[in-house]
């Protein structure tokens, strides 16, 4: 993995509950289990129990409508209306937003499961078609009880957002790697299986990150963007260790040494 020096952090993001919006910060403090505050909480479908996510835009896409932030006293959410309220009391505000009963959970159970329609069959046949959805369990590279899609840590280069040409956070980064001019596009693939070194912390590539539907969906202010998915099925169908052939973005890493990470820090073999 030559010339590693050459790629640093450019920001760095943390999301308190899962397929909210979250918080850009200057640092990240990594623990075994990932990124500290990063999707320590999310919301359960009471019908279901399964856990909330955009990935099911039919039923959770307004989840992106909300901010997630981290406070002295705790993780509140900015509900669509500016409404601030604590996350431990933000059941009944959020079964209403979202039409369905849920409840927020603190912790992973052992096989929680997320619906995941397949993203090309939402773009072809639109938000609210009823598709059947494959059922995923989440965090299986993640020890511990956060409510990560698989590894501890994702990442995405400079040099894949440009190609694609949409905005870094419809993909959920916790770190956006600077790349140098000229640099290809998805080259995390090539870092599969290696570690590499971000300021005090150590990492592991261990898979390519396939893309579902929520690249695609409003996030906030910012509008649909079919674009965000589409040119990977193109450009970037790998295989995906026990999950197929999937178009991806970015890539999830493991932790081998805990420590911070900071803006601007370097990467190094």
Not at 148 to 157: A, F, G, N, R
Request: charged residues 30%.
């Amino acid at each position: 993995m030559s010339g590693m020096e050459d790629r640093r952090v450019a920001s760095l993001h943390r999301y308190p509950v899962k397929s909210m919006l979250g918080e850009d910060l200057d640092r990240l403090e990594i623990d075994r289990h990932g990124v500290v505050g990063d999707r320590g909480l999310a919301l359960l479908d009471v019908v279901g129990g399964r856990v909330a996510t955009a990935k099911q835009p039919r039923w959770w896409r307004n989840l992106l409508q909300c901010r997630a932030v981290s406070t002295d006293d705790g993780i509140r959410i900015v509900l669509p209306d500016g409404r601030r309220i604590p996350a431990d009391e933000a059941d009944d505000a959020m079964s209403a937003l979202l039409a369905r009963p849920v409840r927020m959970a603190t912790t992973r159970a052992e096989g929680a499961t997320v619906e995941r329609p397949d993203p090309e069959d939402v773009l072809a046949r639109g938000l609210d078609a009823d598709i059947d959805p494959a059922l995923l369990e989440i965090a299986q590279g993640t020890p511990g009880g956060r409510f990560v899609d698989h590894s501890p840590v994702h990442l995405i280069t400079t040099a894949t957002l440009d190609r694609l040409g949409v905005e870094a956070r419809r993909y959920r980064p916790n770190l956006v790697i600077e790349t140098p001019d000229g640099e290809e596009p998805f080259g995390e693939n090539a870092w599969l299986g290696r570690e590499f070194s971000i300021g005090e912390v150590r990492l592991r590539g261990t898979l390519p990150t396939p893309r579902c539907s929520v690249p695609t969906l409003e996030h906030g202010d910012l509008p649909r963007a079919p674009e965000a998915l589409r040119p990977l099925v193109e450009l970037n169908r790998v295989e995906v260790e026990g999950f197929g052939v999937l178009p991806c973005a970015g890539m999830y890493a493991e932790i081998v040494r805990t420590g911070t990470i900071r803006v601007g820090d370097r990467l190094a073999d």
